[in-house]
């Protein structure tokens, strides 16, 4: 596999929560296959075709362990137990029409969660990088026909929005008061930073009031695809597409601890905002089937109409960019649902992850 990140994460030990969800199983089947020792901490997985399970990566990673980042206690023991030298924390509810149902586990998981993740990496001193993953629900959303920058303030109408509004300001002043890039190699040394992706889409994603796997079990069943917001607009992308700005982002961190410690965003390319109709229309298309119908309705739970990201930070001080158009994402979505049920769903993740690394290098 060609290796975007130049050898950097072999052999590092690296923990990611949440290693049992959507980003989090790619995420450890991508740093195994860069030679990482992956630590993974997270609760069972939602389904039994989810990536996680299909694949078996919790077989091969150095330690697969279930725990709940609202349990403090756990996350000090695994933490002090492993070790880990860098630290991805993806572990969330992550659903914005169930946050409504339990806004307070929403909370509890999100906030309190994140806080109990930045005080076991506080008590460990073998982390050198920690990067949470966010969401850009955390912006303040006033649907501007601009992408929001990593200075705008944070908000949220919604528990899950707002909870996530609430992870940043939390992270935010860990930085300041424990890990201040000013005191790096004096008082600790911890690089810190918070990121924000689009709506992420790919292969292996059942979760239930998201528009591709709404649209695979429409299909798989024969029944039309039905579609809550169908004008809704969301900056969309692949699921590599924001782990590579991740990975990319924590080895500057470990080359350049206190000059990249802060917020930053990963957001597709300007075409692949689209609307969440086009979207569901672009699968139906790659698979050559189906229908969908408007069940959109007055008075419904809110959910933003519009929602973009600004991508000029990660362009210019990392040199990131994104790989895929619109297109590209929902036919490398599409090429995954078409095969997991046929073929060995590692491969078909590596052989994916391949596709993506040869389109380029970064700086």
Request: charged letters at 25%.
């Amino acid at each position: 596999m060609k290796d975007l990140f130049d050898g950097f994460y072999r052999g590092k030990r690296v923990l990611v929560t949440g290693h049992t969800g959507f980003k989090g199983s790619w995420l450890s089947i991508w740093l195994h296959e860069l030679g990482a020792e992956v630590i993974g901490v997270g609760l069972d997985p939602l389904t039994e075709r989810d990536n996680y399970t299909l694949s078996g990566i919790g077989n091969r990673i150095e330690a697969d362990l279930r725990a709940d980042i609202r349990d403090p206690d756990a996350m000090k023991r695994i933490f002090t137990a492993w070790r880990p030298e860098i630290v991805f924390h993806l572990a969330a509810q992550p659903i914005v029409r169930l946050s409504y149902a339990i806004p307070v586990e929403t909370y509890q998981t999100n906030v309190m969660g994140t806080v109990h993740v930045l005080e076991a990496i506080r008590a460990t001193d073998s982390v050198r990088v920690a990067v949470m993953i966010t969401t850009d629900k955390c912006y303040e959303n006033l649907e501007l026909p601009r992408g929001y920058k990593e200075e705008d303030p944070f908000g949220g109408y919604d528990p899950y929005s707002s909870s996530k509004a609430a992870c940043e300001i939390a992270i935010q002043s860990w930085r300041r008061s424990y890990f201040n890039p000013e005191e790096y190699g004096v008082k600790h040394h911890v690089s810190l930073a918070s990121v924000r992706a689009g709506n992420v889409i790919g292969g292996g994603d059942w979760s239930k009031d998201r528009i591709i796997p709404d649209c695979i079990r429409a299909l798989e069943a024969g029944r039309p695809v039905e579609i809550r917001s169908p004008k809704s607009i969301r900056p969309w992308q692949h699921v590599l597409e924001p782990l590579s700005g991740y990975l990319l982002l924590a080895r500057n961190m470990w080359e350049r601890p206190a000059a990249f410690c802060e917020g930053w965003n990963f957001g597709p390319v300007e075409n692949a905002v689209s609307t969440v109709w086009d979207v569901a229309s672009a699968l139906i298309a790659c698979f050559g089937k189906g229908s969908l119908k408007d069940v959109s309705q007055a008075g419904g739970v809110h959910e933003a109409g519009m929602l973009l990201l600004d991508i000029t930070k990660a362009a210019t001080r990392l040199g990131w960019q994104p790989r895929l158009d619109v297109a590209g994402s929902v036919a490398l979505t599409a090429d995954w649902y078409k095969r997991y049920a046929t073929e060995n769903v590692y491969d078909l993740c590596v052989s994916q992850i391949e596709a993506y690394s040869r389109e380029g290098a970064w700086k």
